[in-house]
């Protein structure tokens, strides 16, 4: 089953999808093992529920030939059973916007980064189921980019929603540029966060280096592990001080006036001279002679009637005798 729209040149975009239901068994739309096909020459918006009913082999394919705009807060596109994700979805356009319309007005200018970090905001829909469902997704880039809102409760890496694939697995095709822009949020067969970039196949000629997948860098996963918290350095053990507890002083005491005695201590001390000694000042016995070249000749003995000296020898001599 094919829906088609030829390029109105009127502006806007030339098909919009609200509610649409389709069924891919023996009594639905379209046989078992079909495709449900609806392609426009410029644009497609989809503002609705889009929904097919099938089993794995079901293929819905929406192409546009410039835009395809899917309104996150609105609008879903969904292949499933019974609440259970079957088929292969197929995304072709130029350009691939799932947002809001505020979010679409918040991003013209910004870089891939800045794009990131408004696309991580959710505009106040909820939808942890996805907005973008099927077992299988491929999206075939034109040119230029592809960009999915974060529908999740938070921001954070794990918290993010947006695409919803089952095993059939994420396959991006970036087209010939090399620079396009790739900016999505979802989860791949109950993978969430930073492991989802290793859960989608990429190929074609390249993509913008800062393009992300649930506010990781593709081209870097490794930054963005989260921050492992910091052990707490525990506060120093200061030692007890066995201090006594003091009394509270509640009256001012004023001390006794001191005033010094004068007589108590004697500042000059008087002591009587002791008696002076009457020792000669040399009490030792003087045993050396002198110098014997200072010593003057002569004879301390008186001399007789002739002017000589007489020793004692000679004295004895010259006694009378008796």
Known sequence: ????????????????????????????????????????DQSI?????????????????????????????????????????????????????????????????????????RLAQNDGSVRDSGFIVADAISVNLLASQFYVQNTGSGPDFDARRGFVVGTGGLTINTGPSGITPIVINGTINGVTGIPVIRATTITGAGFNQQSTINGCVINNPASCAPTPTPTPTPDPVLPEIDSPV?????????????????????????????????????????????????????????????????????????????
Not at 284 to 302: F, I, K, Q, R, Y
Request: charged letters at 25%.
């Open 45 to 117: 918006r989809v503002d609705g529920r889009l929904s097919v009913g099938g089993d794995l082999d079901t293929k819905l394919n929406l192409a546009a030939g410039n835009d395809l705009f899917v309104n996150a807060a609105t609008g879903s596109i969904g292949i499933g059973n019974d609440g259970a994700l079957t088929g292969d979805l197929s995304l072709t356009a130029r350009n691939i916007y799932a947002m809001t319309d505020q979010a679409f007005a918040d991003i013209q200018g910004l870089s891939t980064a800045g794009i990131d970090a």
């Open 246 to 322: 003091q009394d509270v002083i509640e009256e001012e005491v004023t001390p006794e006036k001191y005033v010094a005695d004068p007589f108590a201590t004697i500042p000059i001390t008087i002591k009587e001279n002791e008696e002076l000694s009457n020792e000669p000042l040399i009490d030792e016995p003087v045993t050396g002679a002198g110098n014997d070249d200072l010593w003057v000749s002569g004879s301390d003995c008186e001399g007789n009637d002739a002017g000589n000296c007489q020793g004692d020898e000679e004295e004895n001599e010259l006694e009378p005798t008796e």
């Open 1 to 40: 089953m094919t829906i088609y729209a030829a390029e109105a040149g009127l502006g806007g975009f030339d098909l919009t999808i609200q509610d649409l239901s389709a069924s891919a068994f023996s009594d639905g739309n379209f046989g078992l093992n079909g495709n449900f096909n609806i392609s426009a």
